[in-house]
């Protein structure tokens, strides 16, 4: 049942930033990762970033030192800063969350977000 509001996408020239927003609402339980993923056309999810209930984080090693991921808890929601785009990076980016189904339960569950579109061209 969770949802998310995704914002921040745009076409952008090397060199220049973006900054994604997540917004999530609903059943998040437990030990919760978010984290944003990228997908270009004919390839599979890969992740960008992600960050944990301890605000550990991880990054792809394409992407450290030039994005920065971060949340802010009472708006339940999560950012993306990139920095020094390159065109490499052009990929719709989608918002995510695993967590536990339930309170009690060791299952985990996931979600994804709708998607913004990032393009970084000249």
């Known amino acids: 049942q969770v949802q998310f509001v995704e914002s921040g996408g745009g076409l952008v020239h090397p060199g220049g930033s973006l900054r994604l927003s997540c917004e999530m609402s609903g059943p998040i339980f437990g030990d919760s990762t978010r984290a944003w993923y990228s997908q270009a056309p004919g390839r599979q999810h890969e992740l960008v970033a992600a960050i944990n209930e301890n605000d550990d984080t991880r990054y792809a090693d394409s992407v450290k030192g030039r994005f920065t991921i971060s949340r802010v808890k009472i708006r339940n929601t999560i950012y993306l800063q990139m920095n020094d785009l390159k065109p490499e990076d052009t990929a719709v980016y989608y918002c995510?969350?695993?967590?536990?189904?339930?309170?009690?339960?060791?299952?985990?569950?996931?979600?994804w977000g709708q998607g913004t579109q990032v393009t970084v061209s000249s």
């Open positions: 995510h969350v695993l967590s536990r189904a339930s309170p009690t339960s060791t299952e985990y569950r996931d979600f």
